[in-house]
């Protein structure tokens, strides 16, 4: 069972900023938070991580909650190619991947 | 250059036979993975392995074998292949276990008649 849970679909508009949000309220100190995306039909790719910073990349910024337990991945600006499941992980040994956000993003 | 590879795309065989699928990374990572995802899309891990350490996911069923000639490769055995072993497989790596980015390859889609 994955230790994240995301909502299952959203919507957004091509320009517009997407919010994905991802709840982990059982994280442990020293466990991560990675998000990875999986555009139909191919591997997962890498997005970004984080411990307890915000973090940002050419892809996307993560936002953590002071207390770990929630963050949001946010695709500043949003375009159609960012269509894709988008997978909240808990980092450790064992990587569980659950069933993510499906994003769809509309011109 | 592709990362992380495997071979083949497509797999189509007959319940019963054994298979094998590649993969290889030159990334130069220690670490590699294999991960099954079923007609559901949920992606799970099957095995993690590095040059010390084999950690296999518990249900993973005995019929599924991985095999490192070496550090840069990764090849998963399956035998006596059963209709619910049809899935797409992918092949990752890292660095080192946990706390590190994993890069995954394009994925092979087996199907088991």
């Known amino acids: 069972d994955a230790k994240t849970t995301q909502p299952p679909s959203m919507d957004c508009a091509e320009g517009r900023a997407a919010n994905l949000p991802c709840n982990h309220s059982t994280i442990s100190g020293n466990e991560y938070v990675y998000w990875y995306r999986q555009i139909h039909s191919q591997g997962p790719q890498y997005i970004i991580h984080?411990?307890?910073n915000n973090e940002t990349n050419e892809m996307a910024s993560l936002i953590i909650t002071e207390d770990r337990k929630s963050s949001t991945l946010i695709l500043p600006h949003a375009t159609l190619r960012d269509t894709a499941v988008y997978y909240c992980?808990?980092?450790?040994?064992?990587?569980?991947f659950g069933a993510g956000t499906r994003l769809t993003v509309k011109p | 250059d592709t990362a992380v590879s495997q071979t083949p795309k497509y797999l189509v065989t007959q319940m019963g036979n054994d298979k094998s699928i590649k993969c290889e990374q030159n990334l130069g990572h220690d670490t590699m993975y294999w991960y099954k995802q079923d007609s559901k899309k949920f992606l799970k891990i099957m095995f993690s392995y590095n040059n010390k350490e084999l950690i296999i996911n518990e249900t993973v069923p005995n019929r599924f074998s991985p095999k490192s000639p070496d550090k840069a490769h990764l090849n998963l055995h399956i035998n006596s292949l059963e209709l619910g072993d049809s899935a797409v497989y992918f092949c990752a790596s890292s660095q080192e276990p946990e706390k590190e980015t994993q890069y995954f390859g394009p994925g092979t889609r087996l199907l088991v008649l």
């Open positions: 984080g411990l307890k």
């Open positions: 992980i808990v980092n450790n040994n064992d990587m569980r």
